[in-house]
């Protein structure tokens, strides 16, 4: 189809050929993939969809005509402030996603010191495991950014060597919270206090952690400080629609500073229909994003995000028990929450065989290429493949090593 049909189609043949479409998806409901989704139950499914579809018509960008949405959005970043710890002082922004987060605030990091120190040629320093939005963010706001490799032994931010990294033209240092290469956090105490020592802007990025990082710690495990009670946190980004469970085009960019926001806003008088001014990159937002995000929020309360925190943290020790004892794998230490990557410990087993063997068996498989392994980000509900994936990969090691038949094409699935 490459033109508007000359007639309306009906919806029941267009929803059927939608449904049909996703013929050779791979099937995430059933926790086939480890990546692009986030899902706990049918449950919970409905009340994002049925609290995006309430607000489905409005416009966030028009809170003036929609007070409701102020309002829901006013409590969701309340809600976020205080379970990541920030001062009275704190603020924040609803976006679209996690790239608009770091965006934003490497935008107010940027103009803040445009403003106050008078550079123009910024530079961003930050540790090599950090996403690729931020480069991505700097080459849109002419930054330059310098990537500092980790720490050999555990994945983390290297303070020495970022310290090192530091000119009189940097701006900015970054953290994760976790990093998504290895799901470790980088020392963001140390962190802060580097950048306090240099009068540095901290951004952490807490993506993955925000909303999952907290209940996990409350349920006993280690997990370090990374919210704004660390001294130096400046800025922080955190997806609502990882694992905070809501419908997607929900994170937000969270400041120390509300009053910092000046360096973020934009604003414009010079057309004849008056002022406009926003916070975010978007002009037209989602009312739909802000509803379901509110909602969840509130259906799972504490309790159900202790509950997510339990299944996903549970079914990553049965994968990586199953999976460090199948000879030949291992699984790479540290890992801290809901991230970790396997690799082979043997020189005759090739972990790409591997993963093809996987793929065949209609698993979506995440590869990791330093070092050459399996990326796995658990959601609630791969608590139901556990056994199936141990099987799979304990069969797809064997078809590698060339000692059992080679699996069904990927066409054959019957998930």
Known sequence: MNRIPEKGRPWADLKAELEASKADDYSWRDGRMAVYYYFLDDDLERVQQEAYTAFWTENNLGQRAFPSLKKLE?????MALDLLKAPPTAGAAFTSGGSESIFLAMLTARNKARAERGIERPTVVLPRTAHPTFDRAAHYLGVRVVRVPTTRNDFRADVGAIERALTPDTIMIVGSAPNYPFGVFDPITELGRLAERHGLWLHVDACVGGFLAPWVRKLGYDIPPFE???????????????????????????????????HQLFEFDNWERGKYAALTTQGSRPGGAVAAAWAVMNYLGAD??????????????????????????????????????????????????VSDAMGRRGWLVGRQSEP????????????????????????????ARGVAPVAAAAAERTY
Not at 335 to 352: A, K, M, N
Not at 375 to 390: D, M
């Open 74 to 78: 006013d409590e969701v970043i309340a």
């Open 228 to 262: 704004f009670d660390v001294p130096g946190v400046c800025s922080m980004s955190a997806d609502l629609h990882k694992y905070g469970m809501t419908a997607k085009g929900a994170s937000l960019m969270l400041l120390r500073d509300k009053a910092w926001q000046k």
């Open 304 to 353: 159900g995000y202790l509950r997510v925190a339990r299944q996903i943290m549970t079914t990553k020790e049965r994968l990586v028990a199953g999976i460090n004892a199948i000879p030949g794998l291992a699984v790479l230490e540290p890992h801290e929450l809901c991230i970790f990557v396997y690799h082979s410990v043997d020189p005759d087993l090739d972990i790409g065989a």
């Open 372 to 399: 050459p392994g399996v990326h796995l980000a658990l959601n609630p509900n791969h608590e139901q493949i556990v056994e199936p994936y141990l099987a799979d990969l304990r069969a797809s090691v064997e078809e």
